[in-house]
């Protein structure tokens, strides 16, 4: 197994550079369906220095749509001004990683990788297939199998068998991401010291699911998705846009919603018309037109739909017994938090998560207005709770 650097040094070299794209190749995946994904490439960030013992190793895991650069970076001396650039833009979880934050850099070895599936340099629907699938070397578009969350894990434990890390200091990650880390003090005990799983759940509820299909299908019955092969032709940024908007109403609290927009019409725009289909946008319409424009334009239709299974695919019971019994196999210290608005995942069903956990696990809240995303908004919360449980001085 071999790490292929794509840009800046790897880790434990003496150029400590941040937030700058790599990627790793892990060879062929077994998944649990059966399936043996050949040549899968894992891209992925760091941030921080690797302590000789490799004791320092934290892994941050993203959300839905989410990508590897979680904080601001800095590039290699003479880096081209777009690496530059792309490394010091802000990340997603800015706040809450980076020098001096909660998840400090200049203390902790930072690693955020793109899941198995995404579109940000992993192998995924959009990913050129093998020869032994297509001899044209053609995206495995509608072939691309699906990957679970205890799928993308194991990846996740490749890349950390190629930067020789043996054991997680601690596995963080809200809704999807926090899935993963949940899947992660799982599947791998004794590879993970601390685990936070924020605004997530112990497996996807009926309610969840739901949404889940009503996003599928607003990208199936885009006349460009054809079937998921569309690569050669338009791209199916209609339905890709619907299913975020979807998505984003659940990611956001009905009095948030309320607060910002109400019911008034957007500037310059006239909602009372003679034919409804004649009418302007109320301001809630414009701001999901804004989300939809904004995921169209960054984000491949099938690894949303990949993705979205993935997530559909989280229970950390599957095969494995009650939710006790399959928690019971953990050892590692724990910070359980919701967010008190959130209308997703809802703070009962991190309630259950915590009181099934080994020892004394009470769930935390985040307060927050924004519902859902507050995970990612409410950052100097989290830092603290972070601080106060799983990241504190020994």
């Not at 790793?24 to 760091?46: K, M, Q």
């Not at 889940?212 to 006349?223: E, N, T, Y």
Request: glycine share 10%; charged share 20%.
């Amino acid at each position: 197994m071999t790490v292929t650097v794509v840009r800046g040094a790897a880790a434990g070299t003496d150029v400590r550079e941040d937030g700058v794209p790599r990627v790793a190749e892990i060879g062929t995946l077994e998944l649990e369906s059966g399936f043996r994904l050949p040549g899968v490439r894992i891209a992925y960030e760091t941030w921080g220095t690797l302590a000789p013992d490799r004791s320092n190793a934290v892994l941050v895991q993203h959300a839905l749509t989410g990508d590897t650069h979680v904080a601001t970076g800095r590039a290699r001396p003479g880096a081209s001004e777009a690496e530059r650039r792309a490394a010091e833009t802000g990340g997603w979880w800015e706040g809450l990683v980076g020098p001096g934050a909660a998840i400090d850099t200049d203390r902790w070895f930072v690693v955020c990788t793109n899941i198995v599936g995404g579109c940000y340099g992993s192998t995924g629907p959009a990913t050129p297939a093998p020869p032994e699938v297509d001899p044209e070397g053609r995206p495995w578009g509608s072939r691309f199998p699906l990957i679970t969350v205890r799928d993308a894990v194991h990846a996740e434990a490749a890349l950390a068998d190629a930067l020789g890390i043996e054991a997680w200091r601690l596995v963080i990650g809200g809704s999807m991401g926090g899935a993963r880390a949940l899947e992660w003090a799982v599947t791998h005990p004794d590879r993970v010291r601390a685990c936070a799983v924020v605004a997530a759940c112990a497996r996807s509820s009926a309610e969840q699911l739901a949404w889940g299909q009503a996003q599928k299908l607003a990208i199936h019955q885009d006349p460009d998705f054809r079937g998921g092969d569309y690569y050669d032709g338009p791209f199916p940024v209609t339905g890709l846009g619907l299913a975020r908007r979807i998505a984003h109403i659940t990611y956001r609290s009905p009095d948030e919603l309320h607060h910002r927009f109400g019911c008034s019409p957007q500037a310059g725009e006239q909602v009372i018309d003679t034919h409804p289909g004649r009418r302007g946008r109320y301001q809630v319409e414009s701001y999901l037109d804004h989300q939809a424009s904004k995921l169209a334009g960054r984000f491949d239709a099938n690894s949303y739909l990949a993705v979205n299974e993935t997530l559909m695919s989280h229970d950390i019971t599957r095969n494995r017994g009650t939710l006790e019994e399959a928690l019971s196999m953990t050892s590692c210290e724990w910070l359980v938090a919701a967010v008190d608005s959130d209308r997703l995942y809802l703070p009962r069903e991190s309630d259950v998560l915590a009181a099934a956990l080994p020892g004394d696990v009470r769930r935390h809240t985040l307060t927050s207005p924004s519902g859902h995303d507050g995970f990612l908004i409410e950052a100097p919360q989290l830092g603290r709770l972070l601080l106060e449980t799983v990241l504190h001085e020994p």
